[in-house]
């Protein structure tokens, strides 16, 4: 009987999407059945999202697990019929059309392309322990260990760096400045943070601030505001006061970090820290510091990221990001809670800033990148991860290189990538010189 209703559900889902309905009613496939008792969702969310590889990772509370990066169904048979995780999943659908109001956008809004903003600096904490200990300008930081230290903030939802694989982190609930500050620096790996919300919920502790990527942003954005009214969506709307969004293209796999090493000759555990300016800058334990080509790092990218069409976090309250920038953090104040946390932080000094007119390039990067990764068909009509591997590409960077609007979503395939180009002989260059 489950089964028979959950494929319902599936074959209800399928018919909008094959109809082409408008993809903010695809979510009637599972909300008819609420009313009713519901359906097990879980099952539903398997088949749909994780099975096909469609998995981004916005890690929902309570309903997986991640091992080897990849989310496993390890409570089944504790699912209670409740509908939320296929509700709240980013790939299924897009966000509702009320979330701008929800989220209380600070006025008057605007939008350069990387997302509803009220304004944006670029700027970098003044405590040098926070500026030393973080990425780029330490803004992040410097949020949580401001309000932490004001009492503004209880904890904060971050991942903190696994001591013998720095590059791999982990979902940690910080509640001190001193944890805050452990946690700094960017990983360009998945870590689930969100899932450190579970034990927030169950110490008590709040209000919080999560820190996470895009489709983390998202995934916690539409647990608050889902329509489904269920005890942990109240508890998110009530408690979770501030959402830090970190701008991310995608996340690279923990094969790409073994690599890494084994290029540069060392163990996992002494590559302390990696920042993404067009190359990769990678700094060692022993204080030496190397770079090496983010084009053929990209082969290591992790392929669900095809599937989150968010660069910028445009559902954040802030959105920060190195973007290019050395030093400094390109800042995107959104939210009447974003806009009170940074008057907060800039009035009591902690931050000196510059207009983003100084330094032009690093919007319009923000700008391209954003729209790169709008410009795509939605998660649920994009092809799967087998799919995609028959035709040999996952790279989710470039897989809708050349993808223009008017053409169907369904039947988009992009050609395989080229093989590598053959390097010319001694003999021939001369030959060409001459």
């Known amino acids: 009987m489950t089964q028979d209703l959950t494929k319902q559900v599936q074959e209800r889902y399928h018919r909008l999407l094959d109809e082409g309905a408008d993809p903010n009613e695809w979510a009637y496939a599972w909300r008819s059945e609420y009313n009713r008792g519901g359906f097990k969702a879980v099952d539903f969310l398997m088949e749909e999202v994780v099975n096909p590889g469609k998995c981004i990772g916005c890690a929902p509370v309570d309903v997986f697990d991640y091992e080897n990066e990849k989310p496993v169904d390890v409570r089944n048979s504790a699912c209670v019929f409740c509908e939320l995780c296929v509700d709240v999943c980013p790939v299924l659908r897009p966000t509702d059309q009320d979330l701008t109001r929800q989220i209380e956008l600070r006025q008057p809004v605007m939008d350069d392309g990387f997302g509803p903003y009220a304004y944006g600096v670029l700027a970098r904490t003044t405590k040098d322990y926070i500026l030393e200990a973080g990425q780029d300008g330490g803004i992040c930081s410097a949020l949580g260990v401001h309000g932490m230290q004001t009492g503004q903030l209880k904890g904060m939802v971050v991942g903190n760096e696994n001591p013998e694989n720095p590059q791999m982190g982990y979902a940690h609930l910080a509640t001190t400045p001193e944890e805050v500050i452990a946690s700094a620096r960017s990983r360009y790996s998945y870590q689930p943070n969100t899932l450190a919300l579970v034990e927030a919920m169950k110490r008590g502790i709040a209000p919080l601030a999560v820190v996470g990527v895009p489709c983390q942003v998202d995934g916690v954005r539409q647990q608050q505001f889902s329509s489904i009214r269920l005890d942990v969506a109240e508890w998110y709307r009530q408690n979770i006061g501030l ?17 890494l090493a084994d290029d540069l000759g060392v163990s996992k555990r002494d590559v302390s820290n990696i920042n993404i300016k067009g190359r990769l800058e990678i700094k060692l334990r022993d204080g030496r510091e190397e770079t090496r080509s983010l084009k053929a790092f990209g082969k290591y990218a992790r392929p669900a990221c095809l599937y989150c069409m968010d660069y910028a976090a445009d559902n954040a309250d802030i959105g920060l990001g190195g973007i290019g920038l050395n030093g400094w953090t390109f800042t995107v104040i959104r939210t009447e809670a974003g806009h009170q946390a940074w008057q907060a932080l800039f009035e009591a000094g902690w931050v000196e800033t510059k207009e983003l007119s100084e330094m032009p390039k690093a919007k319009e990067l923000l700008s391209r990148l954003s729209r790169y990764k709008r410009n795509r068909p939605l998660p649920a009509l994009m092809p799967t991860h087998l799919e995609r591997e028959t ?8 897989y809708y290189r050349g993808w223009e609007d008017g053409h169907s979503a369904k039947n988009w395939r992009p050609l395989p990538p080229p093989p590598p180009k053959k390097k010319k002989t001694a003999a021939k260059k001369q030959g060409n010189d001459s």
């Open 243 to 259: 959402v830090i969004g970190l701008f991310c293209s995608e996340a690279f796999t923990e094969k790409g970090m073994d690599s």
């Open 391 to 398: 035709i040999g590409n996952l790279d989710p960077k470039h």
